[in-house]
């Protein structure tokens, strides 16, 4: 079965740089949240989007941003990154049949030097 | 304010063995219930989840979990681990109003020993 893909897999950055991640979400799932883990901790939301509109907004910085585009798949836009930025970025996708469940995509590891 | 406690950091246990994994949450609205397993350098893939009905649900991989509302509890179980097993377990509720995110317990690590 199709699951939500996530590119880069893996992302290395200098501080102040700039970094987009890519969420392809699993086919006919409208519904799409970005989640940061950082070393050994437990996800935490950042932000989510339903039929292309921002639909829940949890701990996401200020120099974060997101979209969701017209084919279904977000990028999450980081910006003047910081060292703290370290983590894996988590993106899950539901169908509007399934809204409470959400299927979890690999995750793009990003490293900030 | 809604959270999800997971007592046991790591939990050893010898293959073979029984096991169960603790999870209790705290929530003012009613939640959906869900175990996600991480295995190293990997996404979180989902074991098993209790939206109503049969508080005893099964999932993948022979693990099961009961809810117990007065409790407040979801601990998941497996009787018999295998080395393959050895993964951090994530307890996750979702409530069950408007809000889209997943509120995640700090994991459990399950380390199954020869």
């Known amino acids: 079965a199709a699951g939500v893909i996530q590119s880069p897999r893996h992302l290395i950055k200098e501080k102040r740089e700039t970094a987009t991640l890519k969420c392809y979400p699993i086919p006919r799932h409208d519904t799409v949240y970005w989640y940061q883990q950082g070393p050994g901790q437990d996800p935490q939301f950042l932000i989510s989007f339903y039929e292309k509109m921002q639909s829940d907004k949890g701990s996401i910085p200020d120099r974060f941003s997101a979209q969701q585009f017209s084919d279904y798949h977000s990028e999450l836009n980081m910006s003047s990154l910081e060292l703290g930025d370290s983590a894996l970025y988590f993106c899950?996708?539901?169908?509007?049949?399934?809204?409470?469940?959400?299927?979890f995509g690999p995750g793009t590891r990003l490293l900030v030097l | 304010a809604q959270s999800v406690t997971q007592l046991d950091s790591q939990v050893p246990v010898f293959e073979e063995a029984p096991v169960e994994l603790r999870c209790n949450y705290s929530?003012?609205?009613?939640?959906?219930l869900f175990w996600y397993v991480q295995y190293p350098n990997q996404g979180l893939q989902l074991l098993l989840k209790?939206?109503?009905?049969?508080?005893l649900v099964k999932g993948i991989n022979g693990f099961e979990a009961e809810f117990n509302k007065s409790q407040t509890s979801f601990h998941l179980r497996k009787p018999s681990v295998h080395i393959s097993d050895t993964a951090e377990y994530f307890c996750a509720v979702r409530l069950m109003d408007s809000s889209y995110k997943m509120i995640f317990g700090s994991g459990t690590r399950l380390l199954v020993r020869p």
């Open positions: 899950a996708s539901s169908p509007w049949t399934e809204q409470e469940t959400q299927y």
């Open positions: 209790y939206l109503s009905g049969s508080t």
């Open positions: 929530s003012s609205v009613s939640v959906y």
